[in-house]
């Protein structure tokens, strides 16, 4: 059986979850989701990145220890992923001894080959991105161009990783593997920033005790992004497990824009330089922006995902954040667009075709599902609808996969609407239009699940079909004739009530 092994990044514990976290982790687990579907054997993993000076300054602004203040921090992850329905099947924190340990073991592999050296280094540093900056790369009055906040200067005596000797061999791995980052244009954004040169990185601190220190100078403790990026691989038994680790390795990372340069450049030469594999592939998305602005607390546009749950649904949400916004470039949260795709795919489309099928079934049909038809006009319709469904997963195009099962959702609301079922005698003729509907059905919950997990279920359910629609396996489910005929149909409550 084929393994997917996925991971989200590691979140910062200096902020409560925001709407952009849950961006990147509803993607994560919509992909996870759809890739048990098709029956291979995933793991899902997220966490939380709790090392470093940003961490280390929050907490004593607060007047805690950083492990007291991480602490307090985690666990609102966790739950602020439960009630998104995010199934994870791991949730690493980098406090934790079986990633302390992975580090230690990665930090002294890459140190043995050679590729760690100690040197000096002064320059300008921005804490909020943990990354040392050079002139050009600032805005005037040395401002970060993420953050626009003034860097600091720092000179320190730090052990750096050799990254300037890796630019061949990525670029060769780059062209060995092509696609490996999707979309394609973020995969150039990586190439590019590998073409212009790579500088070495330091890969430790003296000036800061919250964090790993190294193995063989301790002293020093390993840089926060050295620290978190290994959570990918010990999480997966790196340096505790090594027949769990060959498992699973390589994975998939599912990142933001803003951290192409960690994961797509960083992150493979140090692999490479501890003699393991690159990782399987890359997923880049955009920002989901609040009034045209990244979300942050300076200004004052930080959304509460927990919040929108609470009016909309999680699969509302779930929906929204997944259909919106082409994956890989950004989009532009608002409450208004949240609403207008409530009414228009889920109230008007799935929703009233649910209700509409569960009606004519309970007046014409005695509330028992007819059999679909073999050769029904929406048995190609499905047909297609799948296909395209299953390349945009693929492609990890999620709006766009939702675009092709609402394809199917609108063929049948036509279909009914051009037969009428709910004008006609009972009979054959009706049996036959509703047969279909209801097999069309039956595939939409399949190909939703992963995007709107709950509501896919409850169809599932009313429609009379056993079990849960989660175990369904593709493409065998997506095949027409599934419906067997013969269950009971149920009404129930509007499945999204209008705003
Ligand atoms: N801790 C690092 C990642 C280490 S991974 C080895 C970090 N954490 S973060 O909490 O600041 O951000 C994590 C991810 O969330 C980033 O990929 C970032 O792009 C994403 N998002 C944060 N705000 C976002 C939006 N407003 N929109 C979409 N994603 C955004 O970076």
């Known amino acids: 059986m084929s393994r997917y092994f996925l991971t989200t990044p590691i979140y910062y514990v200096t902020a409560q979850p925001h709407l952009g976290h849950a961006y990147s982790t509803i993607t994560a687990d919509a992909l996870a989701r759809w890739h048990r579907l098709l029956g291979e054997e995933v793991h899902f993993l997220t966490g939380t990145d709790e090392h470093g000076q940003k961490v280390a300054d929050k907490a004593a602004a607060e007047g805690k220890d950083p492990q007291a203040f991480v602490d307090e921090i985690a666990p609102l992850y966790a739950k602020a992923w439960d009630r998104l329905g995010i199934t994870n099947d791991d949730f690493i924190r980098t406090t934790e001894e079986r990633h302390k340990i992975g580090v230690r073991e990665l930090l002294q592999r890459c140190y043995d080959a050679g590729d760690i050296e100690l040197d000096v280094y002064k320059g300008k540093y921005c804490v909020a991105c943990e990354e040392y900056y050079t002139d050009d790369e600032l805005d005037p009055g040395d401002l970060c161009r993420i953050h626009r906040q003034p860097v600091q200067y720092y000179e320190e005596e730090n052990y750096f990783f050799r990254l300037s000797r890796f ?39 003296t000036s800061l005790q919250w964090g790993i220190p190294l193995p063989w100078d301790d002293k020093h403790v ?64 955009g920002w989901l922006l609040v009034g045209g602005e990244k979300m942050s607390k300076t200004q004052g546009n930080v959304v509460n995902p927990l919040d929108l749950v609470d009016e909309i649904g999680v699969d509302g949400f779930r929906y929204y954040v997944l259909a919106e916004t082409p994956y890989g470039n950004d989009g532009d949260f ?13 109230a008007n489309n799935l929703g009233n075709l649910l209700s509409r099928v569960a009606t004519v079934v309970g007046k014409k049909c005695d509330g028992v599902g007819p059999a679909p038809s073999p050769d029904s006009p929406l048995a190609a319709v499905a047909a297609s609808a799948y296909a395209d469904t299953a390349k945009a997963w693929d492609d990890v195009q999620p709006s766009r996969a939702l675009e092709a099962t609402w394809s199917l959702i609108r063929a049948t609301n036509a279909y009914l609407e051009a037969n009428e079922p709910w004008k006609a005698e009972p009979g054959p003729a009706v049996d036959t239009v ?12 399949v190909l939703a699940s992963p995007a709107v997990p709950e509501s896919a279920q409850a169809v599932w359910q009313r429609i009379g079909m056993p079990g849960n629609v989660i175990d369904q396996r593709l493409p065998h489910a997506a095949a027409w004739g599934g419906y067997p005929g013969g269950l009971t149909v149920v009404k129930g409550d509007p499945l999204f009530p209008r705003r």
Not at 182 to 199: H, T, V, Y
Not at 434 to 445: N, Q, T
């Open 167 to 205: 630019q061949q061999r990525l670029l060769d791995w780059y062209d060995a593997h092509p696609g490996a980052i999707k979309p394609e244009f973020r995969g150039n954004e990586a190439l590019g920033l590998i073409r212009s040169g790579l500088r070495d990185f330091s890969v430790s601190r």
């Open 222 to 285: 390993a840089y926060v992004w050295f620290d978190a990026l290994a959570n990918y691989i010990t999480a997966i038994g790196y340096g505790t497990d090594e027949e769990r680790f060959n498992t699973w390795w390589p994975g998939r990372h599912l990142i933001g824009k803003d951290i192409i340069r960690h994961h797509c450049v960083y992150w493979p030469a140090m692999l490479m330089s501890a003699g393991l594999e690159p990782p399987a592939g890359w997923a880049v998305g």
């Open 334 to 346: 608002t409450a208004e667009g949240l609403d207008a795709r409530y009414n228009s795919d889920l």
């Open 434 to 445: 509703m047969g279909d509907a209801l097999e069309a059905l039956r595939i939409v919950s």
